[in-house]
């Protein structure tokens, strides 16, 4: 039999004979004594000795098991049947998602078998396991909104593996469907229109309730980003006040589990969390339905639902972090109303809270990448199974490719260094161009990549730039001894062009319908002005072409584009935004180590103009270059491939040639983020490697 988990996924295959060596806190260069190897070499090992998926099947979501809401019951039934109705999760979305602890809180019974749930194969119907109070909740919760279908991992994924301990089983029907279920469960709740999590600890009172009502309201911060603050209606007594109810929250074991992060992850904005309260609260509750007691985006704080508190998860997260971030900027101002060590416990508490109800576009900047957050929530998660780390992770992160852990764990690897590698085999880039760490073989992993991943994206007037930033990644990147070995196009940057003196208005264009805004045509029409009267006529006139296709998709939808239309809108607008401000703009030209002539046919916004510094290389080329790459996400109607549009631009150094299969490569070291509008048409992607970071390469046993 299973060994019931703490948390569903982590319990759905058996323990195997061997136990699972979890090494999460260990230093790099306690990994490298341990395994007796230099850290990039165990690296490659990981990969190169290592069996990698790049898919997931669809047909498990094709054909989704839900259990079907039973019928009301009068109270005097000795059991309840429920039912079980398949659907296709691509399709049809109207199903709830349960995240819910396998194991009872200690704020509620553990009773089950009232409900009797049809078996997938035999079809009798057999007492749930599920604890009867999850099932009453849930139940409640469905009839209030009106959705007949719940997916439920205990009764939806197949559970019983009739003995079978291979855990890579590919010869039964059972071991397939269960380790295609795990392996999709993400998109589940990401497909689901409701996704629900149960927390297990109830509000109690008024007075609580009345308290996270005003937390939610937002009435207890003021401002936004670097000038956020604590309310000045609100004492400090009443601040820390809420501060323990958010903990007392959080410290609910729905809050602590690996695979409920990515339930709540992948739910994304649909999410809800529903909080059990007496029927007493019930009037109170339905106050905060009058339209001057909502929430900033006009939505009740609480819901309709008898007995629960419905709450937007994303409304949870960003009200708890700006609450905690405001006492953070403020704690100063209050050093004088606490002893010590209450302000310690205070910053204790609120660091925990933000670990496990953080919303990280609240505490990341819009330069930095989410992989090494997200990677670090995670690590900090309980597992039954730790070797589903990074499953998890992938599924967060949108990782197309997989490695196999089964045989990470029977090889007795590092399970650290194997969430490392399989990180940088989907494409995150480290900052080979920065200072070396000093301190970095006393990092942890996740504590490396918070310091090693690239973090300076530049992006002035892209919307949602943390999305923005995690696509930015490298293009099938190969782990080697050289580097990171990766494809895309090298341009030799020369030529700067100064749009300070520039007109505000640009100039006039016949054409102002585009996607482009009528003052970006304009604007950039100048641009192609100028080019036409410095001799540029090749990139003129590919840019004329631009401005002319994107009149034609005025009427399309930003949906119904693609990836390099969506791509090229987003840089034009960037562009213009470099204009507006005066930059200097500097033209590229593909280059490689054997180049001939190449006409202009990239921009790139130079920015600062004290930059202009064209510093010589160790391979000494005294030029400056730019790096860029980009790629769409793949599909396919049979496989979900996990994956996301990349892109990166970067200005680099050239740090000499490495031989790779006959042929010498550059060897790229990374300077800066450098935004451009690039035309390479029909030109293919050339090979180049980007040296490991000098702190990483000397760990070593």
Not at 82 to 105: G, H, I, K
Not at 506 to 524: A, E, Y
Request: proline share 5%; charged share 25%.
């Amino acid at each position: 039999m299973p060994r019931r988990g703490s948390h569903s996924p982590g319990a759905l295959i058996e323990d195997s004979a061997m136990p699972e060596m979890d090494d999460k806190g260990s230093s790099l260069s306690r990994i490298a004594r341990q395994q007796n190897d230099s850290i990039v070499s165990l690296l490659i090992d990981i990969v190169r000795n290592t069996e990698k998926t790049h898919n997931r099947v669809w047909s498990f979501l094709e054909n989704l098991e839900c259990l079907r809401l039973p019928q009301h019951l009068g109270g005097q039934e000795f059991c309840a049947k429920v039912n079980r109705e398949m659907v296709d999760a691509r399709q049809f979305r109207r199903y709830v998602a349960l995240s819910y602890t396998w194991e009872p809180s200690k704020h509620e019974p553990s009773s089950d078998k009232f409900y009797h749930v049809q078996e997938p194969r035999d079809q009798q119907h057999k007492p749930s396991e599920v604890r009867d109070c999850v099932l009453n909740r849930i139940f409640n919760y469905m009839r209030s909104i009106g959705v007949d279908l719940l997916w439920i991992d205990r009764h939806c994924i197949v559970q019983d593996r009739k003995g079978c301990e291979d855990p890579v089983c590919r010869r039964h029907e059972w071991c397939i469907q269960k380790r295609e279920g795990l392996a999709v469960m993400d998109q589940v709740y990401k497909l689901s229109d409701y996704p629900v999590g149960l927390l297990g600890r109830p509000i109690k009172s008024a007075w609580e309730l009345s308290l996270l009502a005003n937390i939610l309201l937002g009435r207890f911060t003021e401002g936004d980003g670097d000038r956020l603050y604590l309310s000045r209606k609100k004492s400090w007594q009443q601040v820390c006040v809420a501060v323990d109810l958010l903990r007392r929250i959080t410290s609910d074991d729905w809050w602590t589990r690996g695979w409920i992060f990515q339930e709540n992850y992948r739910g994304g904005t649909n999410m809800k969390l529903l909080i059990k309260h007496p029927a007493k609260l019930e009037h109170q509750k339905r106050r905060y339905l009058k339209e001057d007691e909502r929430n900033p985006s006009g939505i009740p704080v609480f819901g309709e639902v008898d007995g629960e508190l419905c709450i937007r998860s994303i409304d949870f997260h960003e009200q708890a972090t700006r609450l905690c971030l405001a006492c953070q900027q403020c704690s100063g101002r209050y050093r004088g109303r606490s002893t010590p060590a209450a302000m310690a416990r205070m910053s204790r508490t609120i660091t925990r809270i933000l670990h496990r109800a953080g919303k990280y576009t609240l505490l990341l900047k819009s330069s930095e990448p989410l992989t090494p957050r997200i990677v670090a929530d995670i690590d900090r998660r309980q597992m039954h199974k730790h070797w589903d780390k990074p499953d998890i992770i992938a599924n967060c992160c949108g990782y197309a490719t997989r490695l196999n852990t089964e045989q990470l764990k029977t090889r007795k690897v590092s399970l650290s260094l194997s969430i490392l590698a399989q990180c940088l085999l989907n494409g995150e880039v480290l900052h080979n161009g920065r200072q070396p760490d000093p301190k970095a073989a006393d990092l942890t992993v996740p504590q490396y990549l918070q310091r090693a991943v690239f973090a300076s994206f530049y992006s002035k007037t892209i919307r949602q730039s943390l999305t923005f930033n995690k696509s930015c990644r490298f293009f099938r990147p190969t782990l080697t001894e050289a580097g990171i070995r990766t494809s895309g196009h090298l341009w030799k940057l020369c030529k700067t062009i100064d749009t300070s003196g520039w007109p505000d208005g640009g100039m006039w264009v016949d054409d102002l319908d585009g996607k482009l805004q009528p003052i970006q045509r304009r604007r950039l029409a100048y641009f192609v002005e100028v080019l036409e009267e410095e001799g540029h006529r090749d990139l003129a006139t590919t840019f004329s072409t631009y401005l002319s296709k994107d009149a034609r998709r005025a009427n399309i939808p930003y949906g119904c584009l693609s990836f390099t239309e969506r791509y090229m809108l987003t840089m034009a607008g960037e562009l213009d935004r470099a204009i507006e401000r005066g930059d200097q703009l500097i033209l590229g030209s593909l280059w490689n180590l054997h180049s001939s002539y190449s006409p202009y046919m990239a921009v790139f916004i130079w920015k600062d103009r004290s930059a202009k510094s064209f510093t010589r290389g160790s391979y000494g080329i005294s030029d400056s270059f730019a790096f860029t790459a980009s790629c769409p996400e793949k599909s396919s109607d049979e496989f979900d491939l996990n994956d996301l549009d990349r892109h990166v631009s970067f200005e680099v150094d050239i740090d000499g040639p490495v031989q790779d299969h006959n042929e010498l490569v550059p060897k790229l070291k990374i300077r800066r983020w450098l935004p451009g509008l690039c035309f390479f048409e029909g030109e293919g992607r050339d090979k180049a490697f980007f040296p490991w970071p000098s702190d990483l390469t000397r760990i070593i046993p």
